[in-house]
């Protein structure tokens, strides 16, 4: 089971960009599709990004299309989200998460592994 940690968020300008960083100590972290997930206050936690083992599969939730990216780099055990355009309402705690599906997986009940969390804070 690999151990995830999460970095890059902070705060930011509406208009902005931010990367945020996941990395993966333990387990072999090419087993494992990964996730972004989002928990505004008072709201549940969402998923905004995944991608499979290998990159080739993506997944955005319609809030974020076109202004979020994400990617992976499995020799360095890292899955990066790299968000621009940032609203006031991209405000919150973002995780990753790591499933043991190879593919891109929607439900949170999937994944196996989850990081602390990184609080983004977008300004208007």
């Known amino acids: 089971q690999v151990h995830l940690v999460e970095s890059g968020g902070g705060l930011v300008q509406a208009g902005d960009s931010l990367k945020l960083s996941c990395t993966a100590s333990?387990?072999?972290?090419?087993?494992?599709?990964v996730g972004w997930f989002r928990q505004a206050p008072g709201k549940e936690r969402d998923l905004v990004a995944a991608?499979?083992?290998?990159?080739?599969?993506?997944y955005f939730t319609d809030s974020v299309k076109g202004r979020f990216a994400i990617s992976r780099d499995n020799a360095k055990n890292a899955v990066y989200l790299q968000m621009s355009s940032l609203k006031p309402w991209d405000t919150a705690i973002y995780f990753c998460?790591?499933?043991?599906?190879?593919?891109?997986?929607?439900?949170?009940?999937?994944?196996?592994?989850w990081g602390p969390g990184t609080q983004v804070t977008v300004a208007s």
């Open positions: 991608i499979s083992w290998n990159g080739n599969s993506t």
């Open positions: 333990e387990g072999t972290f090419s087993d494992y599709s």
């Open positions: 998460a790591a499933s043991r599906s190879l593919t891109v997986v929607r439900s949170g009940d999937d994944y196996n592994s």
